[in-house]
Nanobody, 121 residues
């Protein structure tokens, strides 16, 4: 069974940094695409950053220049480096990945359970 487990959230002051990790456990062949989303209280879940199989990355305007998404293929882990954090970045952050479990197998999308990030002013 494939699971995505996020970690690295916490409480940080404005201007600080955090690095979120998303470990993909279980038997998989490849991570095709990956992304981070966030959801603040009372708000809809919003896309933050993503990468595609070729390596290209994209970011929401609100985090561009401050956040960086990356992956370690050997560790089956996706990261989100967050710098110069602002109070408005406070949210639960979710990792999602499109995964192929076997050679030639179909791609499936999985979500993690989320990790809380709180930025104090």
């Amino acid at each position: 069974q494939v699971q995505l487990v996020e970690s690295g959230g916490g409480l940080v002051q404005a201007g600080g940094s955090l690095r979120l990790s998303c470990v993909v456990s279980g038997s998989i062949f490849s991570i095709n695409t990956g992304a981070w989303y966030r959801q603040a209280p009372g708000n809809q879940r919003e896309w933050v950053a993503s990468f595609v199989s070729g390596g290209a990355t994209n970011y929401a305007d609100s985090v561009k220049g401050r956040f960086a998404i990356s992956r370690d293929t050997a560790k089956n882990t996706v990261y989100l480096q967050m710098n110069n954090l602002k109070p408005e970045d406070t949210a639960v952050y979710y990792c999602t990945a499109e995964i192929r479990r076997s050679v030639g197998g179909r791609k499936q999308t999985y979500w993690g359970q989320g990790t809380q990030v709180t930025v104090s002013s």
